[in-house]
């Protein structure tokens, strides 16, 4: 059986930038659709020698918005890949859409083609909220676009939310998640509001009494794993909720180490042990595709040891967590720093052990940052050991200290107890 391969597509065309939003897109450069559209087809034709080495069995089609770059363009990309690759018929093939520019008539293309996932960027359910962070439609609008991807066919939608919005109090959190729950969409994000540098709301309201503070937005989060547990969405990873069998399985390939291939200005590829990525600049994706030129902004090799850290450090993000099978056989490394560590977060209960697999509860997941940071120290200890070598560049090496207010989480719950343990067992 042939390898399995994930195709990202990147559209980074908008019809107006959202005031919270760092990732790569353009608003008003509509006159570069057509020529990007030329570039990002022939760019697929010259990769199909690479492609068909698998089968591809995840398709995405993010941004940026797709839907507003037009049904029949997605189409479109989506034919030159079945032309150039060996798309199963069993794909998840996934578009992102926003409510303002997703009509009935272009849902309906999408699904006839082939499409059979839809993620939909609603964000808010409160008009005032969604036109604060700069989303071009309200929430009636969500509604109606939730309603023709049912009449146009799709049974696997997923929706985005975002909580820790500036004035958000936890009711209207709650209500968010009520309205949401009650349109029945198979998965659901959620995601915590990060006020990215640079962004419109970064400078507005960086340090602003209004926003929710972190105990608001870890009260936001926990609440949203229970209601949505109690509601058929089981939690599969940090952000997203899935009702049985509806996970997505293009996003699981980043969390799992599975391969991945990306086109358009700042996709990202993981290729066996190569990892690389696009330029971040739109016209001249455009001309090095054009006249042959080198349009990569970043490559990487992966060795042995920077994909044991990988293994922890992704798969802790996720349920489905980390075994010991799995970690001997990724990384060749000793399991006993990493299983000792774990079973002091279980004992804080902030992981857990189901069926030999190790993940983080939803305290934990509240500070994963802090707990993946222990696990890759652990990590790196459990391999110097072993290794004289190592020690001493380990030794001599200046040290990455966790931040301060993620090292008191972590020195006041774990170090004390691991001390008054060593004294009672002296």
């Known amino acids: 059986m042939s390898e399995r391969l994930g195709i990202y597509i990147h559209i980074p065309f908008c019809a107006s930038k959202c005031s919270y939003c760092d990732f790569y897109s353009l608003s008003g450069c509509d006159k570069l659709m057509a020529p990007y559209h030329r570039a990002l087809l022939e760019h697929i034709a010259e990769s199909s020698h690479a492609i068909r080495h698998y089968e591809v069995d995840t398709v995405y089609f993010g941004g940026g918005t797709p839907s ?44 006839q083609e082939g499409f059979n996932r839809l993620s939909i960027g609603i964000q808010a359910t409160d008009n005032a909220l969604l036109k604060l962070i700069g989303r071009r439609h309200n929430y009636q609008q969500a509604e109606k676009a939730v309603m023709n991807a049912r009449i146009a066919g799709f049974d696997n939608i997923s929706v985005d939310l975002m909580y820790g919005l500036p004035s958000q109090t936890k009711r209207d959190w709650a209500e968010s998640l009520s309205k949401i729950i009650a349109l029945h969409p198979e998965h659901i994000s959620c995601y915590a509001l990060k006020l990215e540098k640079g962004t419109p709301m970064e400078k507005e309201y960086s340090g602003s009494p209004i ?70 600049d739109l016209r001249r994706y455009i001309s090095g595709v054009q006249h042959k030129q080198s349009i990569v902004d970043e490559l990487q090799i992966i060795d042995p040891l920077e994909r044991a850290v ?63 940071s222990i696990l890759l120290e652990a990590q790196a200890s459990g391999r110097i050991e072993g290794t004289p070598w190592l020690q001493e560049a380990y030794e001599a090496e200046e040290k990455i200290l966790i931040p301060k207010s993620e090292e008191e989480l972590f020195t006041e719950l774990y170090q004390q107890d691991e001390q008054s343990t060593e004294e009672v067992e002296t």
């Open 310 to 372: 990988e293994y922890v450090m992704l798969g802790m993000r996720t349920t489905h967590g980390i075994a010991e099978r799995d970690y001997r056989i990724q990384t060749q490394s000793d399991w006993r720093p990493i299983v000792q560590t774990l079973t002091a977060f279980q004992q804080k209960g902030w992981a857990v052990e189901e069926n030999g697999r190790w993940h983080f509860t939803v305290p934990g997941f509240l500070i994963s940052n802090t707990l993946i």
């Open 68 to 111: 507003y770059y037009g049904a029949e363009r997605l189409v479109d990309i989506f034919d030159e890949l079945k032309r150039n690759g060996n798309v199963r018929l069993d794909s998840e093939v996934t578009a992102e859409i926003n409510p303002d520019s997703a009509t009935l008539p272009e849902l309906k293309l999408l699904r």
């Open 211 to 280: 926003m929710p503070d972190d105990d608001e937005q870890a009260d936001m989060y926990a609440y949203a794993a229970e209601l949505l547990e109690h509601y058929g969405y089981h939690q599969y990873e940090i952000s997203n909720f899935a009702a049985k069998g509806f996970e997505s399985r293009h996003n699981l390939k980043y969390w799992q180490l599975g391969d991945y291939m990306g086109f358009g200005p700042g996709a990202h590829s993981a290729v066996g042990n190569q990892r690389y990525s696009y330029v971040k």
